[in-house]
């Protein structure tokens, strides 16, 4: 069973791996390319996403102020967050913006309640009091915008290493924001002219990186610090009166030197496989800490320790399944025209709160084995078959290493012109086991592997550009639904009373237009089978429901009907303005849809909207969705976004057969509780009521699947006392009967 979240609720499963800067302040907190965490005295992490109350995803720098006791969040878009322990203040002024320029944050540098931030623009300052844009300064050449690579103070000036060279001002200068009152320094007394990458102040003296050399500031004459040929410096930053310089050769080899100011090594800190790619390093008491880009946070020490808080290794474009209460997800993606995108991340589980991976990176043998698009549970050994688009096919057992199957030991065949490219972009189990392949681009575009595990092809009697299949779902009848992408539309097959005899096989080709299958059109996107065995096809131009599946193959067809739905005072096809990528169905029938536009919850039957999700109202790392999968278990909701993978714990699960194990989260209800308690193990559609154990009713409610919600008030929408409640449920016949109790402490 996956881990209980309150209803409601949203989590990330991002990378937090990739760590780009580490800042110390109250606590260490270091920045990742998604997000952010922290480890406080007692190295306990904490993290800081969307979910948990940031306002955007994509870290581009981080800065601590010390009189304020603030971290400053720059983003990407240049989106700012100021935090304060649980409080967060946004300041989104520069993303709004529309100056043209370039307004990416580079560097932040912060002092006496205010931020500096080094960007593309020039300096911007920030007041970290009253958490607005206090000024701008244009300094370069001719009040020009200049790119500020690093900036920092000594109390009596400014420096700004720019891509026109370092420049100073005074601090206490009337007119900072005039770029004629900036000196240039570049060029003269020992340093010289050119872009200059960063200045940092260490020990009351100016420092400032040029090329891949270090040169210190002594009265007005800059002295040679540090440099070594064959190391390239990737960034240098200060810290306790250190200088740390993180470096790379040519050849992959990384270090992080400590610095003092006479340019001696005082520290040299490396170790394979934890420092490949140094960003930052900061000291703290007698440890080092280092943020690298592949290998995380790491702490040198007595001994090396590690913090990187669980997550996958990336993204995850392809297909995403529940099984078992074990989400799987396929990290692989093809573009638009369905060209490889060399993804080597293999499939991502979750399991038990924790993110794993199998891949090239953890398994050699699938070196050549990239972009892997579809998965599918076996129903028999709880392995995953997973389809890669150039690889074939591959078996994941539980233990041991994956099966490769394409030339040789299958009948799966390369796609036409490209002679090595074993292109698996379906998978789908029917009801007797037997696993079904959609082979991109073959002559037989379409596999079995049956039950005794051997392979048959099929070739698809219509033309279709490409030879395209992907997606395949298997209907209530067994009958095979395959998307064909490239705008060709849907297939429907029954292989009738044997795979191997052909002669019984049926087959439709379902486009757009009355007649033609009636699709809203021909470019589908995603199709999913509802619990009313209801086939959903999701188009570039809204969602055709195919209802009569017993009729598909008969005289009369069966097109699909177009659903309109009610919108506000308007009343429209289904998503008719919305590529719909993705689409999963709860343990209420409900369905989720994924577009470019975010996440809509709509009715079993299409009719009305329910929730919907963008980045702008909720926790949504992207509107940009790709797949979605619901645990039926537990009601949370996997949502794969172009910038990492996040969940919902939703109000429905499946039903259970009987009302034996009935959980109610949380029991008993602490002080103070405000949130939604859920009632879950109960049959489809059960009536559950609360009574008081007098039996007075307190409040009732017709479950969602498997799971009744309450917020913990009568049915007047008072508070009720605290006491001990009875849960009573009407199961399908009729019948009452009490299955639990919860405990109220108020």
């Not at 900036?182 to 100016?206: C, F, H, M, P």
């Not at 009265?219 to 040929?229: E, K, R």
């Amino acid at each position: 069973m996956l881990p209980v979240q309150p209803i409601g609720q949203w989590r990330d499963h991002l990378n937090y791996q990739q760590a780009i800067q580490v800042v110390r302040g109250d606590k260490l907190y270091c920045a990742t390319t998604a997000a952010l965490f922290s480890v406080d005295a007692d190295k306990e992490i904490q993290r800081y996403s969307k979910a948990t109350g940031l306002n955007d995803i994509g870290v581009q720098a981080i800065g601590w102020d010390a009189a304020t006791a603030q971290l400053v969040v720059v983003y990407s878009n240049s989106n700012v967050d100021v935090v304060k322990k649980d409080n967060i203040k946004n300041i989104g002024d520069i993303r709004r913006s529309t100056i043209a320029g370039n307004k990416t944050v580079y560097s932040i540098y912060c002092r006496d309640g205010l931020a500096y931030l080094g960007s593309g623009l020039g300096v911007i300052v920030v007041n970290l009091t009253k958490y607005e844009i206090k000024d701008t300064w244009f300094i370069g050449n001719g009040g020009g915008q200049v790119k500020v690579n690093g900036f920092t103070g000594d109390g009596a000036s400014f420096f700004a290493a720019t891509d026109e060279g370092l420049k100073s001002i005074a601090a206490n200068s009337p007119n900072i924001s005039n770029y004629a009152n900036w000196q240039l320094l570049s060029g003269s007394n020992g340093l010289s002219a050119g872009a200059v990458k960063n200045v940092l102040t260490t020990n009351n003296r100016i420092v400032a990186e040029k090329n891949d050399s270090l040169f210190i500031l002594n009265g007005t004459n800059w002295n040679f610090l540090y440099s070594d040929a064959a190391w390239q410096i990737v960034n240098s930053n200060s810290s306790e009166n250190k200088i740390l310089v993180s470096q790379r050769t040519a050849s992959g080899n990384a270090r992080v030197l400590v610095l003092n100011t006479n340019g001696q090594i005082e520290k040299n800190l490396s170790q394979g496989n934890v420092v490949s790619f140094p960003r930052s390093a900061v000291i703290d008491n007698d440890g080092v800490w280092i943020a690298d880009q592949f290998g995380g946070l790491s702490r040198f020490g007595a001994q090396v320790e590690r913090f990187i808080p669980n997550g996958p290794p990336g993204t995850a474009d392809g297909e995403m399944i529940v099984q078992n209460n074990v989400v799987y997800a396929a990290a692989g993606s093809v573009n638009t025209a369905w060209n490889y995108q060399y993804n080597r991340n293999g499939v991502y589980s979750f399991k038990e709160g924790q993110w794993n991976y199998k891949g090239f990176f953890n398994l050699p043998v699938l070196d050549s084995v990239l972009d892997f698009i579809t998965v599918a549970a076996d129903p028999v050994d709880a392995g995953i078959w997973a389809g890669s688009y150039g690889g074939g096919l591959v078996n994941f057992k539980e233990t041991g290493q994956p099966v490769i199957y394409k030339k040789g030991n299958s009948t799966l065949q390369p796609a036409t012109g490209d002679p090595g490219s074993y292109r698996v972009s379906g998978l789908a189990y029917d009801q007797f086991n037997h696993l079904w392949i959609s082979n991109y681009g073959a002559p037989q575009e379409l596999h079995v592997r049956k039950t005794d595990g051997t392979f048959k092809g099929f070739t698809i009697p219509f033309a279709h550009t490409e030879n395209a299949v992907s997606q395949i779902v298997v209907d209530d009848l067994n009958q095979l639904w395959i998307v064909s992408p490239k705008d060709n539309g849907l297939f429907a097959f029954s292989y009738g009373q044997s795979i191997d005899n052909t002669s019984d096989d049926k087959w439709k080709f379902y486009r757009q237009g009355p007649g033609n299958g009636n699709l809203p059109g021909n470019n589908v996107l995603s199709i999913v089978k509802d619990r009313n065995g209801f086939i959903w096809v999701g188009t570039d131009k809204g969602i055709g429901i195919i209802q009569c599946n017993s009729e598909v193959f008969s005289a009369g067809g069966c097109d699909a009907v177009l659903p309109v739905v009610q919108l506000d005072r308007f009343a429209g096809l289904l998503f008719k303005n919305e590529i719909v990528q993705t689409m999963a169905v709860d343990g209420a029938n409900r369905k989720w849809i994924g577009t470019k536009n975010g996440v809509w919850l709509i009715s079993p039957d299409g009719d009305k909207v329910i929730y919907r999700f963008t980045a702008e109202n909720s926790p949504l790392l992207n509107n940009d969705v790709k797949r979605i999968a619901v645990d039926g278990a537990s009601g949370e909701v996997f949502i794969s976004t172009l910038s990492g993978i996040c969940s919902f714990r939703s109000t429905a699960t499946e039903g259970t057969t009987s009302n034996s194990n009935v959980l109610v989260y949380p029991n008993p209800v602490p002080p103070g509780y405000n949130g939604t308690i859920a009632i879950r193990g109960l049959v489809n559609d059960a009536l559950v009521k609360i009574t008081e154990l007098n039996g007075r009713l307190v409040y009732q409610a017709r479950a969602l699947g498997g799971q009744a919600v309450w917020n913990g008030r009568n049915y007047l929408g008072n508070t009720i006392a605290s006491g001990v409640y009875l849960v009573v449920v009407r199961d399908d016949s009729g019948s009452e009967r009490i299955v639990t109790k919860i405990v109220i402490v108020r």
